[in-house]
């Protein structure tokens, strides 16, 4: 027999995907550093309606609205409305005309120091693995909490690789940072109470993860794709 979804099931999760809209469009607005007058302005629209999307679950904006939205967030309609949550990006097709940049050293660590999950490259006893870690950028070097015996932990006294980056899917357009360095454990009491002070960006996986492993800067390159 069939199973069907209730209606105030189905009514309560059409409203949290229009809700998500607004948050989605308030998330990317404080990512850009924009305000909604800005934002308005971009978008071709008054800022009290900005509001209303931002702050009202039951607000359903069009397509077109929506479009505009989009441009003026650097950003894609799909990803407002949350369609491309599990998919991973780069599915698109090329631009016209790319181009590929060295980015400079400064460029790197700028960029380096702006993102929050990035990939960590190790040796196991089994094979090379790659796992996402949350990290943040302290004293110039990557920084990040896990647990023992937890993948992440076996990278202490190895070299590794780590790698952030960000895709446009919309302009087929972004970039990659590549550090490589030694990593370690930090056990000294006062080193741990400073990365807990300045460490911005904490384990999504929640739980108790005190282990602190820092990554030493030997080397950072990094590249970006453009279109011209």
């Known amino acids: 027999m069939p199973e069907h979804t209730p209606p105030n099931t189905a009514s309560a999760a059409a409203d949290a995907a229009r809700g998500d809209i607004g948050r989605r469009i308030a998330q990317r607005r404080g990512e850009l550093g924009l305000t909604r007058q800005e934002t308005a302005e971009r978008a071709g629209t008054v800022p009290s ?5 931002e702050e009202q679950s039951t607000a359903t904006p069009g397509t077109g609205v929506l479009i505009r939205l989009a441009d003026a967030l650097e950003t894609t309609v799909t990803a407002l409305r949350g369609g491309d949550a ?3 990006p780069g ?3 090329a631009a016209g005309h790319p181009e590929l940049v060295e980015l400079s050293t400064e460029e790197c660590r700028a960029r380096l120091s702006t993102h929050g999950v990035g990939r960590l490259a190790m ?3 089994t094979g090379p693995v790659v796992v996402p870690v949350n990290y943040s950028v302290v004293d110039d070097a990557v920084v990040f909490r896990t647990t023992p015996g937890a993948a992440p ?3 202490a006294g190895q070299q590794v690789a780590f790698e952030v980056d960000h895709i446009d899917e919309a302009l ?3 970039w990659s940072v590549l550090v490589r360095g030694r990593a370690r454990e930090v056990t000294e009491p006062d080193v741990v109470r400073r990365l807990e ?3 911005y960006s904490g384990p999504w996986a929640g739980g108790e993860r005190n282990t602190w492993v820092c990554i030493d800067l030997a080397d950072i390159t990094g590249r970006s794709i453009t279109v011209r």
């Not at 309606?49 to 999307?53: A, E």
């Open 49 to 53: 309606y900005l509001q209303y999307l």
């Open 86 to 88: 599990d998919l991973p």
């Open 91 to 93: 599915a698109g097709r």
């Open 123 to 125: 040796s196991t006893p």
């Open 153 to 155: 932990a076996a990278a």
């Open 172 to 174: 087929s357009r972004g």
């Open 197 to 199: 002070e300045r460490a």
